[in-house]
């Protein structure tokens, strides 16, 4: 039962880290810019201005866009089957269906991060990654480690 918890708790940790890494607004970040998956924050007159990613290949952001959202959807949607498979199950089975949405899921957000990194910063001097950027990378290691976990996972026999 406490490895069960475990599990869980480490799912919606990733789950979570997944959706800040998606919506927060430090994938890229200088001391007067402030960038994200959807929009750029500048500082201007003491006060921080909300503007478009003009600057970026539209191909390539759109792309870690799609990847980061579809990595939070599977992510999620591999808690929900792993409840479910929690009690539909038969026992000595293997979690089989949860580890592959898992490892979708951590397939997304390491293409997402790895075109950011590829194709949306390759020369960019000023500035570094944020922590988005990091949760991101994080995220990917926390959603191959649970899937690994479901796919030798098997439902315990009493």
């Not at 580890?99 to 899921?105: A, E, R, T, V």
């Not at 075109?115 to 990378?137: C, K, M, R």
């Amino acid at each position: 039962m406490l490895i069960l918890a475990g599990i869980v708790l480490l799912h919606i940790t990733t789950i979570i880290l997944l959706l800040v890494a998606a919506i927060d607004n430090a994938w890229w970040v200088t001391n007067t810019v402030s960038t994200d998956l959807w929009g750029r924050w500048e500082l201007a007159n003491s006060a921080w201005h909300y503007t478009n990613l003009k600057d970026y290949p539209e191909e390539y952001l759109q792309a870690v866009q799609a990847t980061t959202v579809l990595a939070c959807i599977f992510a999620i949607l591999a808690l929900f089957v792993f409840v479910a498979q929690l009690f539909t199950l038969p026992k000595g089975q293997r979690f089989t269906f949860s580890g592959i949405l898992q490892l979708i899921s951590c397939l997304c957000i390491m293409i997402a991060a790895s075109i950011y990194t590829a194709e949306l910063h390759p020369n960019t001097t000023e500035g570094g990654f944020g922590h988005s950027y990091v949760l991101a990378w994080i995220s990917f290691v926390l959603t191959f480690i649970l899937a690994i976990t479901y796919l030798i996972l098997r439902k315990k026999s009493e």
